[in-house]
């Protein structure tokens, strides 16, 4: 059996390594990759003596695919955990610790939120179970909207927009409910008579289990035990035509006649995989907007006296041109042994492109200011890295999960093609994995 993965991001090495696990040497692999890399979004540079990744640099630990695969690959002792530090918020021209037990950063009553934003606000908050909600059972709107419309915009700006940045680099204007926050959905949709009352039925139980999990040298390490585990033929700086159909499978140029065809790619980029022979699973996936971001990753002296706190988030209407701070010596045990603090820098939210088009010096020199102003220290890096991530994360607008259930009720149709990718049911990297493996699943069972 021949098989094109078209795509070589996490999504698609899994679904690459999953074929190859099922078929064995029976299967002939071609994995086409635009760039001249292969990982997609994720990537591991080398700073102050050390690999540091400069795309998603943690995982909901929590879930299991990542684990998993680890294990898999023989490469569990790779797994590491933060050190419980917890996050600050920047409001106001104040760092103020994160709020405990939200949702995304909308709150179940006024506590969490006290301190962050003003006494009109916890008062809208605490009065908010009395007023009556207006929800439609299957429906959906902007977290903005909801969240603005019962407990203030304050706490959309301070609390919620600051998470929602660092998840989606988006704002909560551009995210749907149903599709960012399912299980406040699902209470919703329940008869939830307030969005108090909602959050508390949504909120996980305690748990003493890592939120997040990382890896000790980077993310590249599971691309490459993907990669070396999937053995396929590597096609990279390599663009795919558009698939057509052929008698017993798909032909697709430069790489010939294949029996199946999995495209993990970017929804642009399968928009126009798929224009000719799904034009409505196309018309779907070009609707799906995408958000630009860069990171800079400073090595700092390792005396540095930054706060311990495993990071710095900014809410939105501040004076400041990054949007986060990753306190990473802080954050991740094996990286405060190195001879050097290290600190990452985010910048870019859905709409706002303009940090891309600066100049590496300039980001830099940006990132340095605005960190000097949130910790109070003035900072002296010793070495910096600069990565952008043009078109990097797909925003899930309201009604994302019925428009991804038309897209995959049309792929259905085709046979022996399948779609992967962070457009589809959550942009996190076990997310990702889970759509590969979904995508390699559909294939073997034609």
Same mark, same amino acid.
């Given at each position: 059996?021949?098989?094109?993965?078209?795509?070589?991001?996490?999504?698609?090495?899994?679904?690459?390594?999953?074929?190859?696990?099922?078929?064995?040497?029976?299967?002939?692999?071609?994995?086409?990759? +635009? +760039? #001249?890399?292969?990982?997609?979004?994720?990537?591991?540079?080398?700073?102050?003596?050390?690999?540091?990744?400069?795309?998603?640099?943690?995982?909901?630990?929590?879930?299991?695919?990542? %684990?998993?695969?680890?294990? @898999?690959?023989?490469?569990? $002792?790779?797994?590491?955990?933060?050190?419980?530090?917890? %996050?600050?918020?920047?409001?106001?021209?104040? =760092?103020?610790?994160?709020?405990?037990?939200?949702?995304?950063?909308?709150?179940?009553?006024?506590?969490?939120?006290?301190?962050?934003?003003?006494?009109?606000?916890?008062?809208?908050?605490?009065?908010?179970? *009395?007023?009556?909600?207006?929800?439609?059972? *299957?429906? $959906?709107?902007?977290?903005? #909207?909801?969240?603005?419309?019962?407990? *203030?915009?304050?706490?959309?700006?301070?609390?919620?927009?600051?998470?929602? *940045?660092?998840?989606?680099?988006?704002?909560?204007?551009?995210?749907?409910?149903?599709?960012?926050?399912?299980?406040?959905?699902?209470?919703?949709?329940?008869?939830?008579?307030?969005?108090?009352?909602?959050?508390?039925?949504?909120?996980?139980?305690?748990?003493?289990?890592?939120?997040?999990?990382?890896?000790?040298?980077?993310?590249?390490?599971?691309?490459?035990?993907?990669?070396?585990?999937? /053995?396929?033929?590597?096609?990279?700086?390599?663009?795919?035509?558009?698939?057509?159909?052929?008698?017993?499978?798909?032909?697709?140029?430069?790489?010939?006649?294949? $029996?199946?065809?999995?495209?993990?790619?970017?929804?642009?980029?399968?928009?126009?995989?798929?224009?000719?022979?799904?034009?409505?699973?196309?018309?779907?996936?070009?609707?799906? @907007?995408?958000?630009?971001?860069?990171?800079?990753?400073?090595?700092?002296?390792?005396?540095?006296?930054?706060?311990?706190?495993?990071?710095?988030?900014?809410?939105?209407?501040?004076?400041?041109?990054?949007?986060?701070?990753?306190?990473?010596?802080?954050?991740?045990?094996?990286?405060? @042994? +190195?001879?050097? !603090?290290?600190?990452?820098?985010?910048?870019?939210?859905?709409?706002?492109?303009?940090?891309?088009?600066?100049?590496? #010096? #300039?980001?830099?020199? =940006?990132?340095?200011?605005?960190?000097?102003?949130?910790?109070?220290? !003035?900072?002296?890096?010793?070495?910096?890295?600069?990565?952008?991530?043009?078109?990097?994360? %797909?925003?899930?607008?309201?009604?994302?999960?019925?428009?991804?259930?038309?897209?995959?009720?049309?792929?259905? /149709?085709? %046979?022996?093609?399948?779609? !992967?990718?962070?457009?589809?049911?959550?942009?996190?990297?076990?997310?990702?994995?889970?759509?590969?493996?979904?995508?390699?699943?559909?294939?073997?069972?034609?």
């Amino acid at each position: 059996m021949r098989v094109a993965v078209i795509g070589g991001g996490i999504s698609g090495l899994v679904a690459a390594y999953r074929l190859r696990r099922a078929l064995g040497s029976d299967l002939e692999l071609i994995l086409v990759e +635009r +760039r #001249e890399r292969i990982g997609g979004i994720l990537y591991t540079g080398e700073l102050g003596g050390g690999p540091v990744d400069l795309g998603a640099e943690a995982f909901v630990g929590r879930r299991p695919e990542i %684990p998993a695969l680890l294990a @898999e690959l023989g490469l569990s $002792d790779q797994l590491v955990h933060p050190a419980g530090r917890r %996050p600050l918020i920047w409001s106001g021209g104040v =760092a103020r610790p994160l709020p405990e037990r939200t949702l995304m950063g909308i709150p179940s009553g006024p506590d969490p939120v006290a301190g962050l934003v003003d006494e009109a606000t916890l008062a809208r908050i605490a009065d908010e179970p *009395g007023r009556p909600l207006r929800w439609e059972r *299957g429906g $959906d709107v902007s977290v903005a #909207e909801l969240v603005a419309d019962r407990f *203030g915009p304050q706490v959309v700006a301070r609390s919620v927009d600051p998470l929602l *940045g660092g998840v989606y680099a988006g704002r909560a204007e551009s995210i749907g409910v149903r599709a960012a926050l399912p299980t406040l959905a699902a209470a919703l949709d329940a008869g939830a008579p307030n969005l108090t009352r909602a959050i508390a039925d949504a909120l996980p139980p305690p748990s003493t289990a890592p939120v997040f999990g990382g890896l000790r040298d980077g993310y590249r390490v599971l691309l490459d035990g993907l990669r070396e585990a999937a /053995a396929p033929k590597l096609e990279t700086d390599t663009v795919a035509t558009s698939p057509t159909r052929t008698a017993s499978g798909w032909a697709i140029d430069p790489i010939g006649a294949v $029996d199946a065809v999995i495209l993990a790619t970017p929804a642009p980029v399968t928009a126009a995989l798929l224009r000719e022979v799904a034009p409505e699973a196309a018309a779907v996936a070009s609707a799906i @907007e995408l958000s630009s971001s860069a990171v800079v990753a400073l090595g700092l002296p390792v005396g540095t006296p930054l706060p311990d706190n495993s990071g710095i988030l900014v809410a939105t209407g501040e004076p400041l041109r990054a949007k986060a701070f990753t306190l990473s010596s802080r954050k991740w045990p094996h990286l405060a @042994e +190195r001879d050097v !603090a290290l600190v990452r820098a985010s910048f870019g939210r859905f709409g706002d492109d303009t940090p891309l088009s600066w100049s590496d #010096e #300039e980001l830099i020199a =940006a990132a340095v200011a605005d960190l000097s102003t949130v910790t109070g220290v !003035a900072m002296r890096p010793e070495t910096a890295l600069v990565q952008r991530w043009r078109g990097g994360l %797909p925003q899930y607008a309201p009604g994302h999960t019925a428009r991804i259930a038309e897209l995959e009720a049309r792929v259905a /149709a085709l %046979p022996r093609l399948a779609v !992967a990718g962070a457009y589809l049911h959550g942009v996190g990297v076990p997310a990702c994995a889970a759509s590969g493996t979904a995508a390699a699943q559909r294939i073997l069972s034609e």
